[in-house]
């Protein structure tokens, strides 16, 4: 074998293989579309780099200075009437009959231009508690993503089960109309040689028909159901109807802590930080503060540059019992978060016995339609020969194979229930 053969087999391989997973598409497709084209994760996903753009914005406030460049220019005019003369004055030396502001409120003026210098002090309590904050924030977030996909894998596994429930119905009724199809074109042979007559290829016909209008209404539901998979995924173009039609799998029953059960952990951290930064502003704040520029109030005090530093010190003593207010409040988003913990978690127990409960009663009724479906099928094999030496009538034919077709359409349904009851299982056992 050449070398150009192996790269013609090989690419043949590799392509041929996608087209197969393209035309088929299974379960953990749609869950994966579903994933990508979420508008929610992807408002998670900005979530985590906003929260680590927070605390990034809140060191720069806590730790680095905050420097502005601030100016001010201020005028008070007056009009002199000393020295028996009236004369307006933009800014006097001293003029003592006058009209005006009051020289000793304005200094004639003020003429200032600075650049100031705002330094947080004793921030390192400050800080920690907001990083625990926002790393509590981070874990929320985390746990939502992991909460949306759980959620998404219940919506998207029942929608795929509803899918599979009409796929099913639509092939019972196909089969159906393959029998009535082949039943017909015997019964038309046997009226010729009058074994039957007209009146009961009649009676086959309008079966037939009945048959196929119930294929043409089970073919527009499976439809609806698989545009709208498509829709749930987020799927623009259509996809081959050749799905793979796998059975959603019972998972067993976790024994670690159930991922429900983190967010109300994590809430109750979420109040106590917010506790904690609550209780910052009761302790004493210090800022350094400087400025340098020019500070004067005449016009030719132009030349008044200069700087000044100092520090600047706080520390909220009463605040009409806030403080212990705040306490409270938290103690009873705490108590009430506690509450909701142990409320999810009987039912969330509750919830997984009277599924499997109900999943173990389906296993009986499915046990009995399958044995009253063999029964069924050596029934129509027997109809079968007698069909055709005319030793039934075509009613009865007509009507076993009606009852036929509900029984198949029954235990569809039985199989379709457990799947959905599985993933409701399975989303609860999480």
Known sequence: ?????????????????????????????????????????????????????????????????VINLESNVLFAPIISHDNNTTRFELTSPGATNYIGYDQAYTDGGQFQAFVTLNQPLLKSSSLKAFKNKSEIADKQNKDAIQLNIHELEQ?????????????KQLENLLELNAQLKEQFSTLKLLAKHAIYKQTDVMLMQLEFQNAEIQLKASEEEFNTNIYDLYLLCGIKESINNKI?????????????????????????????????????????????????????VYLPGFDRFGFSTGLNFSWNIFDGNQRKIEAQKSTLKLKTISFEKDHFSTQKQLNLKKIQLQINALDERILLSENQLKMYTELYQAYQKQLVVA????????????????????????????????????????
């Open 155 to 167: 919506l998207v596994g029942y929608q795929f089960v509803l899918c599979r429930k009409s796929k």
């Open 244 to 296: 793979e039609w796998s059975d959603i799998i019972l998972k067993p029953t976790t024994v670690t802590n159930s991922q429900f059960l983190n967010s109300y952990s994590n809430d109750s951290l979420n109040v106590i930080t917010d506790q904690i930064i609550s209780e910052l502003k009761y302790k004493p704040q210090l800022n350094l503060f400087a400025n340098a520029g020019m500070n004067a």
């Open 1 to 65: 074998m050449n070398r150009i053969t192996i790269i013609l087999l090989t690419f043949l391989c590799v392509f041929g293989i996608e087209n197969i997973n393209a035309q088929q598409p299974d379960l953990n497709y749609f869950l994966e579309q579903a994933k990508l084209n979420s508008p929610l994760l992807q408002q998670n996903k900005a979530n985590t780099e906003l929260i680590r753009l927070d605390l990034q914005q809140t060191e720069r406030i806590l730790k680095s200075p």
């Open 391 to 430: 030793e039934i009538s075509i009613m009865d034919f007509k009507i076993f194979l009606r009852d036929f077709t509900t029984k198949k359409q029954e235990k569809s349904l039985l199989d379709m229930e457990k799947q959905i009851l599985i993933n409701a299982y399975n989303y609860w056992n999480y």
